[in-house]
């Protein structure tokens, strides 16, 4: 996207909303959610054909543990998703209540619930193709639908896309990748039906992967990180069964509702295709994700009790990706302040989940620097994430929550989990209603103080 396609022929709208969401994910349907419970006309435009995101559509279950001193450190609306989540009867609870486990589609309709309930609007397979300026003021988004292509304009704009397409779009400076410009691998993860859990589970137990009950399994192979099942790895490598780079990350669990079946975070995409944000890439993933898919459904077949009638269940229906563009924000998170635990004035979000990169160079590296020395390794620690992270430099209208919210690459790979993206998510929607309401769209003159109340009112921590 350039800032140069307003001269693309689309059509713009009568209507005009006081804030649009740019995609509805992780971040960006809890967004849409608040900005309509604070009063505002919401639009939330997704690309695919339910909210959720990744939480959904890339199939990526759990919710990873954001904990300190044993307390959840997301709350709010997070908190909301998971209760509903509890009252269904496809189940959001594993046995062992645990509820950050939950089932992808029953998210779906929690989310297009709470959404409704809120009388926010909601336009599925809509792509957001490119913001309309005047100066530093968004005023629409150019979206490309089966109405072609049209205008929808607004006072504020949250750019949910986890990408960032709307900042960069608008000129924000972003980021990517490491240093040397690597991004985290993609996954494409998937589920495997039809499985024996009880025979699995036996066969695990005797093999040295202890399982609690068959009712809930979860086991997993890394080359050289001494699991039970590299052995059996080695083999199926040898027979051509797997590829050796199968055995970079191998993880998975069952799906709490979802009875025999079991969900698979991996397999990882081939190295050199690692940029989510490169439609090449991104399309040339979902084949290799498939193909990896192939193999890992014909090792399980073979090599695992239980799983010999077992077939692909899921294929998410998005790849799944850790990390693309970064916005260049009033403020950049980086790892000192992570451990560190810095605290901010504006809070929006408390954080106590490690660096965790799934680098492309095989492995995951969970947060080591200064092992058990800075103060984060306190098991009552944490950090906190500024208001200033999602405010994209340049742009007076726009919000930039989730995994694309300014931060180094080693900060990104410890706020992007899920509960951190609903609680920016969540200040970033009331920030936008406020914006839209009493501030005539300016983002940056929304009263932190304030916002942090109306959080904590909504049962959040900050
Ligand atoms: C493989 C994998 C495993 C992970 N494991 C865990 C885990 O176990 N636990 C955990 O808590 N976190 C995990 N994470 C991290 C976490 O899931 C993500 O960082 C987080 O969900 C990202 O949220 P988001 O709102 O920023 O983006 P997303 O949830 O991806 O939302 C972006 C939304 O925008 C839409 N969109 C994008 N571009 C456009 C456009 N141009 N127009 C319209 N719509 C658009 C997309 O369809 C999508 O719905 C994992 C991530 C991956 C990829």
Redesign the pocket.
Known sequence: MSPASHTLPYRTLECEWDVIV???????AVAGIAAARTGARVLV????GSL????T??W?????RNVSGGENLNRGLTEEIKARMRERSDGAIDPGGNDNWFNPEGLKFVLDDLLHEASGEILFH???VAPLLQADQITALVVHNKGGLQALRARVFID????A?VAAGAGVPCHGGDEHGLHQA??L?FTLAGVDTVRLCDFLNASGQHQASADFLHFWMVWDRRSSLEPLFRRAVEQGVLLERDGDYFQAFSVPGRPRELSF?CPRIRPDLHDGADPWQLSAAQVDGRQAIMRLTAFCRTFLPGCEEAFVGVVAP?V???ETRRIQGDYTLSVADILDCTKFEDSICRNHYPVDIHSVKGGAKLLHERDGEAPYFAPDAWHEIPYRCILPQGVQNLLVP???ASSTFEAQSSI????N?HSM?EAAGIAAAWAARRHDGQVRDVNVRALQDELRQRGGLV
């Open positions: 740019a995609g509805g994910g992780t971040a960006g435009i997704e690309a695919q959720g995101g990744t939480g559509n890339a990526v279950t759990p919710l990873m809509t792509q957001v949910a896309t986890g990408d397409d993609m996954s993860r975070n998005m799944g990706v850790r989730g995994r694309a992007r989990v899920q509960q993206c998510g």
